[in-house]
């Protein structure tokens, strides 16, 4: 596993960080209990020491199986828990709501769920238009005051909306969706890079389109991700993308077939403005081989060859 500088935070965290969402439940396929506790096992012992998820995976499901774990390999004092705040999953659906007194209750379940009594990073999960970023970051300020978070860090924020949040308080962390199918974060991630925050890429395989797993068009139920939160799996994009994989074939061919989850992870953990990329999976297998990513690294030529096959494929659409 390969490691860089969390921003200002001067803490090293692995460039693989454990997605969290599938594992969570809700929107995803269906894998047994033991199946995700034990991909988040096979994370750890690949040398992953940061993990990212959310009390809106599932209703908290997701934190429960990290905390699980935790508690059994006795490892939280070796790994970092990423969780957010602001955005809760009822009834099947998303609710945001960035109030100080929800996000001081969601703190408290997140700390029980995790079976911990501090959090390392604390992001809002989306902005909120309908509550002042004042009374937001008056909360998390609370928080870390009381040790019960250790940096406050943001996710889906555009600039604007952290220059304003950080009108109230230290913003450590920037987290957006970045990956070979998702560029448009990309001029954003460098500002905060610059800027001395960590920076986290969630998307990283493209909701699993990426992988290279699937080759042809398929029907999503209306709550699955794919359907609803990822654009990639209808036309136009579909085969759009589909040229790319082809492009990322060839330089698995010539790599004695590599997965091309690894190529995709390393296009987006090789630009010097990430921090770490978000890499989810609900098995064992999944997991142990998208961390085998990091024993290698992109050449300058494979570089090229995909970024050229991005311009001419997707253009600037994505």
């Excluded at 200002?8 to 460039?15: A, K």
């Excluded at 924020?157 to 109230?168: K, T």
């Excluded at 920037?174 to 986290?200: E, F």
């Excluded at 797993?213 to 036309?235: V, W």
Aim: charged share 20%; glycine share 8%.
């Amino acid at each position: 596993m390969r490691f860089k500088t969390f921003g200002n935070t001067g803490l090293l965290v692995s460039e693989m960080a454990l997605g969290t969402w599938g594992i969570g439940g809700a929107g995803w396929d269906s894998y047994t209990d033991d199946s995700r506790l034990n991909a988040i096992h096979a994370a750890l012992e690949q040398g992953v020491n940061l993990i990212d998820t959310a009390p809106a995976y599932n209703a908290g499901a997701a934190e429960r199986y990290i905390g699980t774990v935790l508690k059994d390999r006795n490892a939280r004092s070796s790994v970092y828990i990423a969780t957010k705040c602001g955005t809760e999953y009822i009834n099947g659906g998303y609710v945001r709501d960035c109030s100080a007194p929800t996000i001081l209750r969601q703190c408290e379940e997140s700390l029980r769920n995790l079976q911990t009594d501090y959090i390392d990073f604390y992001l809002i999960h989306w902005p909120d238009a309908k509550v002042s970023l004042e009374e937001t970051m008056d909360a998390l300020n609370t928080l870390k005051k009381q040790g019960k978070i250790l940096h406050i860090g943001v996710s889906n924020f555009n600039q604007q909306q952290i220059l304003e949040a950080e009108q109230y308080g230290n913003i450590d962390v920037c987290q957006l969706q970045y990956s070979m199918v998702s560029q448009s974060a990309q001029v954003q991630l460098q500002w905060a890079a610059d800027r001395g925050m960590g920076t986290m890429t969630y998307g990283s395989l493209g909701g699993g389109i990426l992988s290279g797993a699937i080759r042809t068009l398929e029907t999503y139920a209306a709550d699955d991700s794919r359907n609803r939160f990822y654009p990639y799996f209808k036309e136009p994009a579909f085969s759009k993308i589909m040229k790319l994989l082809s492009v990322m074939d060839q330089i698995s061919e010539n790599r004695s077939q590599v997965p091309l989850s690894q190529i995709a992870i390393n296009w987006a953990a090789q630009k010097p403005f990430v921090s770490t990329c978000i890499v989810g999976s609900q098995s064992r297998a999944k997991i142990e081989e998208n961390a085998a990513g990091f024993d290698w690294v992109l050449t300058e030529d494979e570089l090229k060859a995909l970024d050229d096959a991005m311009a001419n494929y997707l253009g600037k659409d994505f």
